[in-house]
T-cell receptor, first 115, second 113 residues
Framework: DTGVSQDPRHKITKRGQNVTFRCDPISEHNRLYWYRQTLGQGPEFLTY????????KSRLLSDRFSAERPKGSFSTLEIQRTEQGDSAMYLCASSRTGVNGEKLFFGSGTQLSVL | AQSVAQPEDQVNVAEGNPLTVKCTYS??????LFWYVQYPNRGLQFLLK??????LVKGSYGFEAEFNKSQTSFHLKKPSALVSDSALYFC???????????FGAGTRLAVHP
């Protein structure tokens, strides 16, 4: 169990640029989640995958956001035409279906700063 | 709307004293309940969960939580606090039929020597 890893740890970008984050879940986990956390708030659900299928997207996820998990392993989250309001910590988590309670294992996150 | 409330932004406690971090929820049905802890520059770590059964559940690092269905609460407790327990604590619920967690805003626990 190497844990959930996210890359990069930090990203600074200018408004209007596109950014892409990567998440590598725990290898035997079939579910992968993306959350966003801003200062003083708890994580907010963005989207989740079961294997390669994206099964749910939050209304928070505007058209500028897209996530993929092409082979059911790693996932990418892309934000196009970034805005200052996109500045946040983007968290990835994974879990295994049917395991009691399905607790989520979180990565350390990618901190995005949009200037 | 489904929600989780952590009414205290910060809880201060002296080392060795008992601690309680409060959580209430507004969810239909019987949700799964979780506590996570976040240390600086680290991801959220699972502490404990309630699914069914005994209302008192035990978790990592000596923490426990008490489920109260009538009060829709799931308070986190520890009999004797350590300075190293100082961190940000999040309560979360997984509503029935949902495959996602809904988190509270978090409570910062500060344990003083």
């Amino acid at each position: 169990d190497t844990g959930v890893s996210q890359d990069p740890r930090h990203k600074i970008t200018k408004r209007g640029q596109n950014v892409t984050f990567r998440c590598d879940p725990i290898s035997e986990h079939n579910r992968l989640y993306w959350y966003r956390q801003t200062l003083g708030q708890g994580p907010e659900f963005l989207t989740y995958f079961q294997n390669e299928a994206q099964l749910e997207k939050s209304r928070l996820l505007s058209d500028r956001f897209s996530a993929e998990r092409p082979k059911g392993s790693f996932s990418t989250l892309e934000i196009q035409r970034t805005e200052q309001g996109d500045s946040a910590m983007y968290l990835c988590a994974s879990s295994r279906t049917g395991v009691n309670g399905e607790k989520l294992f979180f990565g350390s996150g990618t901190q995005l700063s949009v200037l | 709307a489904q929600s989780v409330a952590q009414p205290e932004d910060q809880v201060n406690v002296a080392e060795g004293n008992p601690l309680t971090v409060k959580c209430t929820y507004s969810v239909s049905g019987n949700p799964y309940l979780f506590w996570y802890v976040q240390y600086p520059n680290r991801g959220l770590q699972f502490l404990l969960k309630y699914i069914t059964g005994d209302n008192l559940v035990k978790g990592s690092y000596g923490f426990e939580a008490e489920f109260n269905k009538s009060q829709t609460s799931f308070h986190l407790k520890k009999p004797s606090a350590l300075v190293s327990d100082s961190a940000l604590y999040f309560c979360a619920v997984r509503p029935p039929g949902y495959n996602k967690l809904i988190f509270g805003a978090g409570t910062r626990l500060a344990v003083h020597p």
